[in-house]
């Protein structure tokens, strides 16, 4: 079975930065986790004495606090600018992109409309710049009956489909007299997405390796399956079934923008394994 990488897939530029700078760093606390990645969260923790705390509350004697690669909120980072505390700021510069433009749209009077989970850590982070009217969607129904603005600013949770973010913005475009539109969906997220799609169609079966809380990742496993029904998505090559590769030639692996090469590494070998490449 012949075994091949997407393209492009792994770390992004945004998340080699924050664990070099976790390395650097060392003996500290992250706001939120540092990535999505378990196994690399746990790395950095072992290694490095880098813990990871849900929110700035639950700090306590902590000397150094490391900004997650996704961003904190305004009110956040504020709070914590008042402790007594080192702050170091991982926050992807992809990210930092959406909130700096939701603050100056906002100060020109532009309601915005993000598309993204509104759960999402990186969208919590970017609305709390926005201090007119924000609407976050994933889909364009949810605005049906909705009265909008004259005009509105339209960003993207840099991780999204950019064909999902053009639909969103034709739907306005008929409905809103005056629409800005900023395209924050992430260079890396979209050559990733480009690779699996190219890749998923020429394979028999599709591994995907990240972390199941990474939206990138589903975003890869998601566009996968679409193309090749025996796609599936991992964390660690512990997951791996050797049934999923019987009779297959031809298998074709991505990973998200959180997972290191020391994984992929192991859930090639393990593949290889199974095999008996």
């Given at each position: ?50 813990k ?35 702050i ?12 700096s ?22 969208v ?36 999204k ?44 079966v ?68 199974m095999?008996?490449?």
């Amino acid at each position: 079975m012949k075994i091949e990488l997407a393209k492009n897939y792994g770390f992004c530029v945004g998340v080699k930065r924050a664990i070099k700078k976790a390395e650097r760093i060392r003996d500290a606390a992250t706001i939120g986790p540092l990535i999505h990645n378990n196994e690399e969260i746990n790395r950095l923790k072992n290694k490095f004495n880098v813990k990871t705390l849900q929110n700035i509350r639950e700090l306590s004697d902590e000397k150094k606090a490391i900004i997650r690669t996704h961003g904190i909120t305004k009110q956040d980072l504020a709070e914590l600018k008042k402790k007594d505390i080192e702050i170091y700021d991982a926050t992807c510069p992809f990210v930092k992109e959406p909130q700096s433009i939701c603050e100056q749209m906002s100060e020109q009077g532009y309601d915005v409309l993000i598309f993204g989970d509104k759960e999402h850590p990186e969208v919590k982070g970017v609305k709390s710049y926005v201090s007119t009217n924000a609407y976050v969607i994933l889909d364009e129904k949810e605005l049906d009956g909705i009265k909008l603005p004259n005009k509105i600013a339209v960003v993207s949770q840099t991780t999204k489909k950019v064909e999902k973010f053009m639909q969103i913005v034709n739907y306005l475009l008929l409905r809103v007299k005056e629409v800005r539109v900023f395209n924050t969906i992430c260079d890396a997220t979209f050559k990733n997405q480009e690779a699996i799609t190219e890749l998923s169609k020429r394979s028999d079966v599709i591994i995907i390796v990240g972390g199941k809380n990474s939206s990138n990742t589903k975003q890869l496993f998601l566009i996968a399956k679409g193309n090749c029904d025996n796609s599936y998505l991992i964390e660690t090559q512990d997951e791996l079934k050797k049934e999923w590769f019987i009779g297959k030639k031809h298998c074709g692996i991505s990973a998200g923008a959180s997972t290191p090469d020391w994984i992929i590494k192991k859930v090639i070998e393990k593949i290889e394994k199974m095999t008996d490449i």
